[in-house]
Structure formats: C-alpha cells, structure tokens
C-alpha cells in the first residue's frame, strides 16, 4: 500500500486559515485521497476525499497537487473544535481497509 | 451523533470474563467494520462485514470473536483477554467499499 508522510503536529490561531500537508510520492492512479479527524475521546470523523481536482465540502477543502504526490487540507477559519488528529489516507474504490497513520495533531490556539 | 452507537462506553473486565461489545448503526449502511486503537498506536482495522457477511479478518487472535446478524448490528465477543488487549475499540459502518466510513465513539476496554 502507498504510504502518506504528515508532520507530528502543527499549531494555529483561531480564525486564521490552516493549511495541512501530506506527501504521497508513491500514489498510485486508482488511489483515492481521504482525511479524516479524530477529535478528543470520540472516534474519526470523515472530513474530506478527491481523485485528481480540488474539492470543497462544508467542513474544508482539498488541494491535491497536479502530480498527485502531494495534497493539502485546507480549513477556512480555525476554531477551537477544529482541534484533532488530522490523518491523510490513501484508498483504492475497492477494498474496504482504511490504513491510519499517526497523522497530523492539530492545535488552535484562542 | 453519527449514526453510530456503541454499548458499552467503558468495560473493565478480568482476563477470565466474556463480555460482549454491541455497535448499532441507523444509517441503512450495508458494511460494519471493528478498529482496535492501542494507546500511541495508528488504528487498526480488525474485522469488516458486508451483507453480514465477513469480507476481512486482519490476523486477528481468536479470543475476539464477531458477529454481525443484520446490517445494522455488529458484536464482538470478548473472552480470555490479556491486558495488552486494553484499548479503544471503535465500530464503523459504510455503504460499499469506495464510501466513507462513519465511526461510532468508541468503547474503551481496561483488561485487568
């Protein structure tokens, strides 16, 4: 399976937009990019999943880099709820695994 | 809420015991999946059912033991745990392989 790189944690400002990074340099063409969250003492909440264009949903945006070896999760204005473990997945439409990692924590600050 | 509930939240149970954990989706989902999460550990995916039938068994000891009997229930059977088993066991359902899965919140298992 292709593996995805995040940093260990990033910090941001409430209000302020957050950009959150993932390198995926051995995705393959039917690989789909997924995030999902965990907030605290709850269980992962799906957030957000593209091929090969940007995409928007109500919660947040994706980036996805023209080589698609890179992708970027993007939230509009932080809020303190938006603080969590941000995991960037890659999925094939077949099979039913999603592979976590350690993802991103994120931490928003007042 | 997602959709997804479990029963119970919190089980504290000795390595001699048989417990049952329950997960209950409303969302006309036809697949159920059971995720262990160990403390500093990635999630990992345990067993997924797909019309109540178990399509993946990831390597999984046989002292944990599913059972899925309609599409909106999923069990998994406790019994001779260890203490390494201690951990956050989250249930998920999905409609199909490609949709997101949504996770129920998650029964956390203290093994004394």
């Known amino acids: 399976d292709a593996k995805t790189t995040q940093p260990n944690s990033m910090e941001s400002n409430e209000e302020e937009p957050v950009h959150l990074p993932c390198n995926h340099s051995t995705i393959s063409g039917t690989d789909y990019i997924h995030w999902y969250r965990q907030l605290p003492s709850q269980g992962p909440e799906y957030v957000i999943h593209?091929?090969?264009s940007n995409v928007n949903n109500r919660m947040a945006s994706l980036a996805i880099a023209e080589d698609r070896k890179s992708s970027t999760l993007i939230l509009h204005r932080a809020t303190l709820r938006d603080a969590a473990v941000y995991y960037c997945i890659l999925k094939r439409n077949s099979g039913y695994a999603l592979n976590f990692g350690k993802g991103t924590s994120l931490l928003v600050t007042p | 809420e997602t959709g997804v509930t479990q029963t119970p939240r919190h089980l504290v149970m000795g390595m001699t015991n048989k417990k049952s954990l329950k997960c209950e989706q409303h969302?006309?989902?036809?697949?159920m999946y059971w995720y262990k999460q160990s403390a500093k550990k990635p999630l990992e995916l345990m067993f997924v059912y797909s019309l109540e039938e178990r399509v993946e068994n990831n390597s999984v000891p046989s002292r944990f033991s599913p059972e899925c009997p309609n599409s909106s229930h999923l069990f998994l059977h406790l019994h001779t745990l260890q203490p390494e088993d201690s951990a956050l066991y989250l249930c998920?359902?999905?409609?199909?392989?490609?949709?997101?899965?949504?996770f129920g919140p998650g029964t956390r298992l203290t093994v004394t």
């Open positions: 969302l006309g989902h036809n697949a």
């Open positions: 998920a359902s999905s409609q199909g392989e490609g949709s997101e899965q949504y």
């Open positions: 593209g091929l090969t």
